[in-house]
């Protein structure tokens, strides 16, 4: 069964474009460590809640926008083992402008618990 990592950060609106340069440059990064979808989806419909809401889970301010990205793996054991050397990858040594607070990232590693397709 696959294994997901999520994530939720705040970008700048205005750094979107830098964003994307970013995800774009990191994905067969991961792709060579193992990793066999990188989705990233920027907050087109991301209302306030009563009690929390992804905002507030990532401190965005007005001038932010929430971005909400997965990646899916083989396993957890490959998603372990691709993690570390995609972490110790020396190409990103050049991504060294982050367009973003990564203080602010939530995330975590997720066991698919149900997968449906319609058709």
């Not at 060579?32 to 990532?58: C, I, M, Q, S, Y």
């Amino acid at each position: 069964m696959s294994y997901i990592d999520g994530f939720v950060i705040a970008v700048p609106t205005a750094n979107k474009e830098a964003y994307r340069v970013l995800a774009e440059k990191a994905a067969p990064i991961f792709f060579d460590h193992g990793a066999l979808r990188l989705v990233e989806n920027w907050g087109d419909d991301v209302p306030d809640g009563k009690v929390t809401d992804f905002r507030r889970a990532v401190q965005a301010t007005p001038e932010e926008t929430v971005v909400f990205s997965w990646i899916e793996w083989p396993s957890r054991e490959a998603r372990d083992a691709g993690m570390k050397t995609f972490m110790e990858d020396p190409r990103l040594n050049e991504m060294t402008d982050m367009p973003f607070d990564g203080q602010r990232m939530i995330f975590g590693g997720f066991a698919p618990l149900l997968d449906q397709k319609k058709g």
